[in-house]
């Protein structure tokens, strides 16, 4: 007798899809089948079933390069003696987990002195950034659903990134105020490369590569009615300027909607600030809104639990006793390149996948702690490789969606015997270090 539940999250990416039915055995233990996910957040449920190709146990770097088993107790003791005695560790990640771990994690931070950081670092910090300077006019993602008629996505490709982001809430789907789905919607799409998002667009704005920042403010001079000096801006000619300016102008409620090739081209933050005063200036005529792109399932809610506990939403570095927060200088790739950081500890990102290479080099020989339910290039690195039950499959948690709207996930299948949960390990390693710091 198979049981079936309604109503799953999906913990991929940051849409969050609240829409998923799990199909499992009679003793909730193996995933048989998953209805409405993508490809992505499908095979995710279906890989944490696959005990036998898992990690279930804690394991440690021997000197030949080879691991051995250990204990939950003994990766404990090692994690907890490791930030106790370390001067500056660094606390990476934290995207990928639930808010309830997020908060532990901190909490050991602000004991050990430790330097906070998660994935924003190398993706949306600039976004932050941006808001810290100008503010930004937001709505949720159910808003771009029943009224949204204008949607312009920049510099990213949900077809491919958020697979259900354009059939849930921004494309496709009728809503209250838009019954007619794609046929009511008018679609841009500023990439430099025609993506598959691009070849469903009403109008592509194929801008040269790191110009965004002068396509940007041209945007905002054509929807002020402003003249633009020469025939072609950043790429793109005048005149699909104009058009893609009164286009939006037209519409009852826009949003735009933009990723990592805005946030990580040439001009960073400033691309932001622009974007978010594109839609400032939008409002003069219709109504505008703007949201990130973000990518894990919950780096939003990593921003908005370092914000609730220290004021600042990544890099925040306690190593003094309080929270200073300084991009550029107190992000963890900065801090490796300075050699900076004496122990690394990893949960919920892998930056030995993502980070430039002197980075990886530095973490490789420093004591370390990679805490992630697969083996990646981090785990390969760290001296203790702690694998966790999937948040979101094997144990439930508090997420936020890119929009800012808080999502519970929930436990549909027990995690292998025996394995701990991030909240479980992190608070194992939280009475350890208490312990340690007493003595």
């Known amino acids: 007798m198979t049981k079936t539940i309604t109503d799953v999250i999906c913990p991929f990416c940051g849409t969050l899809c609240d829409d998923l039915t799990i199909t499992t055995d009679d003793e909730g233990k193996k995933i048989l089948d998953v209805e409405n996910a993508c490809a992505i957040g499908a095979e995710k449920f279906l890989h944490a079933s696959d005990h036998e190709h898992r990690k279930t146990r804690p394991r440690r770097l021997q000197e030949d390069g080879t691991?051995?088993?250990?204990?939950?107790?003994?990766?404990?003791?090692?994690?907890?003696?490791?930030?106790?005695?370390?001067?500056?560790?660094?606390?990476?990640?934290?995207?990928?987990t639930s808010c309830e771990a997020q908060s532990t994690g901190h909490e050991i931070a602000e004991l050990c002195g430790a330097l906070v950081d998660n994935t924003a670092a190398v993706c949306h910090g600039t976004t932050l950034v941006a808001v810290q300077n100008v503010g930004i006019p937001s709505c949720t993602l159910g808003e771009v659903k029943n009224r949204a008629d204008r949607i312009i996505f920049w510099g990213c490709n949900p077809a491919h990134a958020h697979p259900r982001h354009m059939s849930r809430y921004s494309i496709f789907p009728r809503g209250y105020f838009t019954g007619k789905g794609q046929k009511q919607r008018k679609i841009i799409v500023v990439d430099p490369r025609p993506t598959d998002t691009a070849s469903i667009a009403d109008v592509h704005l194929q801008v040269e590569q790191g110009y965004d920042y002068e396509l940007l403010q041209a945007l905002r001079a054509a929807v002020r009615g402003q003249e633009i000096s020469g025939d072609i801006v950043a790429g793109v000619p005048k005149e699909k300027v104009y058009e893609a300016a009164e286009m939006l102008k037209s519409g009852r409620f826009g949003v735009i909607f933009?990723?990592?090739?805005?946030?990580?081209?040439?001009?960073?933050?400033?691309?932001?600030?622009?974007?978010?005063?594109?839609?400032?200036?939008?409002?003069?005529?219709?109504?505008?809104?703007?949201?990130?792109?973000?990518?894990h399932y919950n780096v939003t809610g990593s921003g908005q639990v370092l914000g609730w506990q220290f004021g600042f939403p990544y890099s925040v570095d306690l190593s003094r006793g309080f929270a200073r927060y300084n991009p550029g200088e107190t992000g963890t790739i900065e801090v490796l390149k300075r050699k900076e950081i004496d122990a690394m500890f990893v949960l919920g990102s892998d930056p030995g996948a993502h980070f430039p290479m002197q980075c990886v080099k530095e973490i490789s020989g420093l004591p370390s702690v990679a805490v992630d339910p697969h083996?990646?290039?981090?785990?390969?690195?760290?001296?203790?490789?702690?694998?966790?039950?999937?948040?979101?499959?094997?144990?439930?948690?508090?997420?936020?969606?890119?929009?800012?709207v808080p999502i519970e996930a929930r436990k549909v299948v027990e995690p292998p015997e025996g394995m701990m949960t991030d909240v479980e390990f992190l608070s194992a390693v939280l009475k350890r270090v208490k312990e340690l710091k007493a003595n």
């Open 67 to 96: 691991f051995k088993d250990i204990t939950y107790d003994e990766a404990i003791e090692y994690t907890a003696q490791m930030l106790a005695a370390a001067k500056k560790p660094s606390m990476y990640g934290w995207s990928s």
């Open 375 to 404: 083996i990646t290039p981090t785990t390969e690195i760290c001296k203790v490789h702690v694998p966790v039950a999937f948040v979101g499959v094997e144990v439930g948690g508090n997420c936020y969606r890119m929009d800012n």
């Open 258 to 295: 933009f990723g990592m090739g805005v946030t990580q081209s040439l001009g960073k933050d400033h691309n932001i600030d622009a974007a978010i005063m594109l839609t400032n200036d939008l409002n003069n005529y219709t109504k505008f809104s703007i949201i990130a792109m973000r990518g």
